[in-house]
T-cell receptor, first 112, second 116 residues
Framework: AQSVTQPDIHITVSEGASLELRCNYS??????LFWYVQSPGQGLQLLLK??????LVQGIKGFEAEFKRSQSSFNLRKPSVHWSDAAEYFC??????????FGKGTRLHILP | DTGVSQDPRHKITKRGQNVTFRCDPI?????LYWYRQTLGQGPEFLTY????????KSRLLSDRFSAERPKGSFSTLEIQRTEQGDSAMYLC??????????????FGPGTRLTVL
């Protein structure tokens, strides 16, 4: 069955430190891949997406993600986090012309 | 604002009552999706429409749930005889999809349902 796994439920980093959130997918073929962010009480905001082409994808708010086919991974990175980055982050996959399957999310905490 | 909008943002109801939520997609988006998100989980797919046609329903969508998109624009999601287990955030998303391309799904702010 198709699935998206985020192995870390919570991640805590200090403000200014680098960040990497992990995501693994299980699909028959390479899916479209997304990272969304959700702040408390808010809807989902798209950070970046990978459909094909360059495996390093740039997104909004200084985030980037790297698609690695050999590892079935699509990890999200940011070189220096800000207190405003504290939120829940969802990795998601989708076959073309289909619904999105989300991971369970990683809650990011920022230490001052 | 041309984003996806949902109404109401919050709904508190008593068990056994019926509730209806509305979603207005981004203009000219032909696809509209409904997802449900419970505490500590990622959103789970419920159903989606292409124009006015409902193309797929998840097994999560019991007989008490019904969704419509009568004119291919806004959509409603109705839950009859609500149960406490229906308490969740209901998210709507829309996209523009044709035979050659699949566009990103853009999400609304959600409707938070609390069943007492």
């Amino acid at each position: 069955a198709q699935s998206v796994t985020q192995p870390d439920i919570h991640i805590t980093v200090s403000e200014g430190a680098s960040l990497e959130l992990r995501c693994n997918y299980s699909y028959g073929a390479t899916p479209y891949l997304f990272w969304y962010v959700q702040s408390p009480g808010q809807g989902l905001q798209l950070l970046l997406k990978y459909f094909s082409g360059d495996t390093l994808v740039q997104g909004i708010k200084g985030f980037e993600a790297e698609f690695k086919r050999s590892q079935s991974s699509f990890n999200l990175r940011k070189p220096s986090v800000h207190w405003s980055d504290a939120a829940e982050y969802f990795c998601a996959g989708m076959n073309r012309d289909d619904k999105i399957i989300f991971g369970k999310g990683t809650r990011l905490h920022i230490l001052p | 604002d041309t984003g996806v909008s949902q109404d109401p943002r919050h709904k508190i109801t008593k068990r056994g009552q019926n509730v209806t939520f509305r979603c207005d997609p981004i203009s000219e988006h032909n696809r509209l999706y409904w997802y449900r998100q419970t505490l500590g989980q990622g959103p789970e797919f419920l159903t989606y429409f292409q124009n006015e046609a409902q193309l797929e329903k998840s097994r999560l969508l019991s007989d008490r749930f019904s969704a419509e998109r009568p004119k291919g624009s806004f959509s409603t999601l109705e839950i009859q005889r609500t149960e406490q287990g229906d308490s969740a955030m209901y998210l709507c998303a829309s996209s523009r999809t044709d035979r050659t391309s699949t566009d990103t799904q853009y999400f609304g702010p959600g409707t938070r349902l609390t069943v007492l």
